[in-house]
């Protein structure tokens, strides 16, 4: 789930993950994740790979997405260089993330990261689109949206 949410991905997209794919910037108190292969590019055709990137923490208080971030740097010292993240499919991938939030829709911590960029990036709808190569017009579905549309009906 703080995979899905940091780097607003497709359960698709965060299964691909293997864990050579994320690099430690210590200087600019980051995780770079690179070569994520998109899902979805019906308009970034063109586009198959994007990056992304987690906070890292410094100093002694650490906001919320920089705790996530901690898992995800904990969970990938368990790993192999070149290991998978999560050896598991999708329907299984969601069946976790759904027992394990409640019943919300895996989607929705995309949908939340998203409204996370759109609000740390001054409301810029065209910035956030681009870092997670989604048409503006497809992207405004989902920003500012509430949650209850993900619970099950």
């Given amino acids: 789930m703080c995979i899905l949410y940091l780097c607003a991905l497709r359960i698709s997209e965060a299964l691909r993950l293997k864990k050579s794919q994320f690099r430690v910037e210590e200087e600019k108190q980051r995780v770079r994740v690179i070569g994520i292969l998109l899902s979805k590019r019906k308009e970034y055709s063109r586009v198959k ?62 949908a939340l990261g998203e409204n996370f960029l759109y609000d740390a990036w001054d409301h810029d709808m065209l910035a956030v689109s681009d870092y997670v190569k989604v048409h503006p017009r497809t992207l405004e579905k989902y920003i500012r949206r509430s949650y209850e549309k993900y619970r099950p009906v």
């Fill in 49 to 110: 790979y994007r990056e992304a990137w987690l906070p890292l923490a410094s100093g002694s208080l650490m906001t919320t997405r920089q705790r996530m971030t901690k898992i995800v740097t904990d969970y990938l010292n368990r790993l192999d260089e070149d290991e998978r993240l999560f050896p598991f499919g999708r329907s299984r991938a969601w069946q976790i993330v759904h027992s394990m939030s409640r019943e919300f829709w895996p989607h929705l911590f995309r």
